[in-house]
């Protein structure tokens, strides 16, 4: 499956903004036969993503999570 960097895009923007918000940036996309693996950048983490494209199945998993220091 040979598929634009955009078409990638568009196929998980959707999900990834139903999921963290309209914040969310796609770092990276990459086109893995029926699913579409990548990084994004979500208000205060950035989450690895697999996408099922037959079912439509968003998997998300926490890479890093930036927390603001509580000061005293």
Do not use: W
Not at 15 to 37: F, M, Q
């Amino acid at each position: 499956m040979l598929n634009s960097i955009e078409s990638l895009q568009n196929k998980v923007s959707g999900p990834l903004v139903d999921t963290y918000g309209p914040r969310t940036k796609i770092l990276t996309v990459e086109a893995h036969e029926s699913e579409v693996r990548g990084l994004a950048l979500c208000p205060g983490k950035v989450v690895k993503y697999i996408y099922h494209i037959q079912n439509g199945h968003l998997l998300t998993f926490d890479i890093l999570s930036i927390k603001k220091k509580l000061s005293r």
